[in-house]
């Protein structure tokens, strides 16, 4: 019987040999790429439905997960009782199967295409990174520190806990990405698009958020902390999110629905609000910041 890693090993392989990044294939099983990444290091199993799944879809079937992959040639009887082959075969070297993590850190990056990429070294520093490609990566947990990042594409990636440290994020589209749980700290970031964007548990503290496009992004659980707001447009359902002493500018809601959400701190009169609705919770915090409100429906 395979073992999971020799399994997960199977799995990397038919992925590779067919084109898929981690997070393409977890695009078709409707999975995450985490889960992906746990079957290829031997961490977990799918189960016997996703692995016949997988063997659709990456053209292999369903046998090749098994030690009785047909495809695979029949032993001999050498093979078989290699105690009765008279000359001793000298065993391979063994092979490294550590996967390759390549460093971007301090380097100058302009109009690279690094698309689907899914071995990104967990930390990228101090480079400049300029008109590059990173679509339909997956980038979870990755650590950005002091980098200059402008007019790049991270279009259907995966960020998940990935932490943007003092960087100048500059005209990236972060359009259909999933940005659970990432941090932007000490970041300026500006004219980005975030369209169908996931940033639920995201937190943005002592940053500039400015003039970015948020159209149909998913606002759960997001902090805003000692933050520059500027040119920004809040719509559709925010729930659970809270901005604590930040400094608002231009700031619209414009129909939102606001669900259990805070406002701490002074500039709440800058706010503008259009056919808007409010719980009760989130309607007392912008009384009591003396935000106008004259344009918001208490919904109990």
């Not at 079937?61 to 290699?82: C, I, K, Q, T, W």
Request: a negative charge.
């Amino acid at each position: 019987m395979l073992t999971t890693i020799e399994i997960g090993r199977r799995i990397a392989q038919a992925r590779k040999a067919k084109g898929y990044s981690q997070a393409q294939l977890a695009n078709h099983l409707a999975l995450s790429p985490q889960a992906v990444g746990k079957w290829e290091r031997g961490e977990s199993l799918p189960d016997i439905i996703t692995l016949d799944r997988l063997g659709e879809l990456l053209g292999v079937g369903l046998a090749y997960f098994s030690e009785f992959d047909l495809r695979r040639p029949v032993a001999s009887p050498a093979e078989v009782h290699p105690e009765e082959n008279s000359t001793p075969e000298k065993l391979p070297d063994p092979v490294d199967t550590k996967k390759m993590e390549w460093n971007f850190s301090h380097s100058d990056w302009r109009d690279s295409d690094f698309s689907g990429m899914d071995n990104l070294a967990k930390m990228l520093r101090g480079s400049n990174i300029l008109r590059c490609s990173f679509a339909d990566s997956d980038l979870t947990r990755l650590r950005m520190s002091g980098n200059n990042i402008v007019e790049t594409n991270f279009n259907g990636s995966y960020l998940d806990e990935a932490t943007f440290k003092g960087c100048n994020v500059e005209r990236d589209d972060f359009s259909k990405c999933s940005l659970e749980e990432i941090k932007f700290h000490a970041c300026k970031v500006g004219e980005c698009v975030f369209d169908d964007a996931n940033l639920q548990g995201a937190i943005f503290s002592a940053c500039s958020f400015i003039r970015c496009i948020t159209t149909n992004t998913r606002w759960q659980r997001t902090l805003f902390k000692n933050t520059q707001l500027k040119g920004i447009v809040f719509s559709g359902e925010l729930n659970s999110c809270y901005f604590e002493n930040c400094e608002f500018t231009d700031v619209e809601f414009r129909d939102a629905q606001l669900i259990n959400t805070g406002f701490k701190g002074k500039g709440l009169r800058k706010l503008r609000f259009t056919h808007c609705t409010a719980d009760n919770i989130t309607y007392a915090f912008l009384k009591n910041g003396n935000a106008d409100l004259s344009n918001v429906t208490v919904v109990h």
